[in-house]
Structures are given as C-alpha cells and as structure tokens.
C-alpha cells in the first residue's frame, strides 16, 4: 500500500479526506454512503481519527481495513499515545500493520479531563515526540505523519517554543506534517515560512473545514486549538437568514482558500469531512468551474 510521504513526494496539491469512526453501529451505513459518494473524487489517501485516550481504538481499526480494502484507498490511522503504555502502544501498530496499514498520524492526545494534572506513566509517552521516535525506532518502514498548528499550539503560547517543539517531532522521524484547520491563508503561510526558517523541510499539509452553519462555526471557536473567523467571512455568516446560506458562504470561502493554497503549490489539501458529503462535494464543484 502506498506510503504518504511517496504520494507527497511524487506532486503537490493533494487534496485527501479524513473520517472518524461512528460510536453507533446504526451511523455506519450513513457513513459507508458518505465514503460512496466521497469516491468519485479519487482522493490520493483519506484518514480516520483516534478517540481521546484510544477510546475507538478498535472502531479506527475496522474502519481504516474496511476502507482500504474494499476502496483500495491508502488510510492514514491516527494514533493517540495518552494513557498507553509502550507495550499497548507497539501491540496496537501491530494491528494496523497486519491489517496493512502502514501510514500512521502521531499524535499526542488529550489528558483525561478528570485529571488535571495528569503524568504520564513511566513506560509511556508525555509528548508527540517521544510516540514519533518509538515508531520510528521499532517500525521503521512506517510513513509518520504529524499535526502543525497555523494559529498556534493551545498549550504553547510562545510561538518560537511552538516551532522547536515541532522540529523535534520531525528531527525524531516525521515524514510530513498537516496543520489544524484554519480559515485565512495567511495563518498557514507564515506558518509554513517559520517552519522553513527552523529547517523544517518536510511536506506540510494545510487542513481545511468548509463552514456550514452557526451553530458549527461557535463550535469551532471553543476548540482549544483555535479556528479564527476572519471578519470577511464573519460578516456574510452572521447576516445568513438561513445554515443554508451559511453553507453556500463556507463552501465559496474553502474553495477560494484551495484556489491560493493550490497556486502557491501547497503540498497537499486534508479535507475534515466531519463524515458528511455535501460540503466537500460542493467544494469541489467550485474548483472544476474555475479550472
């Protein structure tokens, strides 16, 4: 199965999708549907999310083996390290690799909420880093992908910190990076550019989120990782009458997002779904009428 880092490597403007698994057995046949209608568009790979504190580990399994085998569709499995031992951690890789999974999204994870001041065990993991160079030291022929934060890391408010710490995961092993979602490109501009100037070469990948009602864009606002509204797309959601009109807003605004991302050569474009069609399709409806 092709690797990330080879699909990254071989052109630019990549534009992939991401899923996560469904808690309720009844959500799947909704899902497999959205997956059908997702197809058409040939994303070069997709990725399904990890619960906090491995909470769908077996759910992210199933979905991941169902995708790639009856899509032939490279899956990139996220893969949290909060609460997870190096054992439990190298029995899960495991997992994956038999089930032929060999793209792998390294991620840290959220502490348990009851827990504030949480301290990882003394066999396991405290940050990204220390997951990126396990993996990279006992699966070595793994593609390791990494998160990036455009608006900031919620947890590190020096921004120069930030970059350090994210050179560290990429000089442990990381094969590329893809951010956070964000919602004015000059966030992942600069981004990218500070992460040059650390020597940071990897391929980054921008993540984007087409907005698609009210209730949606609070949501974003109250993530810990950010997701600012710049007021020119503020201003059309606010005065929307309708999700229907803040949909159409979202949609044109990710499009023209991908329209510069794609002319300044971005390596790549990771949609997060949220498991739905309608408004990455719509996406990509407005690219093919400017193409």
């Known amino acids: 199965m092709k690797k990330v880092s080879d699909i990254l490597a071989a052109r630019s403007g990549n534009l992939s999708l991401e899923f996560f698994p469904p808690k309720d057995k009844a959500d799947w046949d909704g899902l497999l549907a959205t997956l059908a209608e997702l197809a058409p568009l040939s994303p070069p790979y997709v990725s399904v999310t990890y619960g906090a504190g491995g909470s769908s580990r077996d759910r992210t399994l199933e979905l991941a083996r169902r995708i790639q085998q009856e899509t032939n569709i490279p899956v990139v499995a996220h ?3 909060v609460g997870s031992s190096r054992d439990e951690m190298r029995s899960i890789v495991e997992e994956f690799l038999e089930a032929g999974i060999v793209n792998i999204l390294a ?3 959220d502490p348990p909420k009851n827990e504030p001041d949480w301290i990882p065990a003394s066999d ?3 940050y990204a880093a220390q997951l990126v160079a396990f993996l990279r030291d006992f699966f070595p022929g793994l593609c390791i992908g990494v998160a990036g934060f455009p608006e900031g890391h919620p947890s590190t408010p020096n921004r120069l910190l930030e970059i350090d710490y994210l050179k560290e995961k990429v000089e442990a092993g990381a094969d590329y990076i893809v951010t956070q979602l964000f919602f004015d490109n000059r966030d992942f501009f600069d981004f990218e550019a500070r992460c040059r100037l650390a020597g940071i070469a990897v391929p ?3 993540g984007l989120l087409p907005l698609t009602s009210k209730s949606g864009m609070v949501r974003m606002a109250e993530l810990a990782a950010g997701a600012r509204v710049p007021a020119p797309l503020l201003g059309p959601v606010l ?3 309708d999700d229907l ?3 159409a807003h979202g949609t044109e605004w990710t499009a023209a ?4 991302l794609l002319a300044r050569g971005v390596a790549g474009i990771h949609f997060y779904t949220l498991n739905s069609s309608a408004a990455v399709l719509e996406v990509f409806g407005h690219l093919r009428q400017n193409s």
Not at 257 to 260: A, G, L, T
């Open 239 to 241: 005065g929307a009458a």
């Open 79 to 81: 893969l949290t390290c």
């Open 245 to 247: 009109q803040v949909a």
């Open 257 to 260: 997002q991908c329209r510069e």
């Open 124 to 126: 396991g993991f405290a």
């Open 107 to 109: 991620l840290r994870g």
């Open 204 to 206: 980054i990948v921008a």
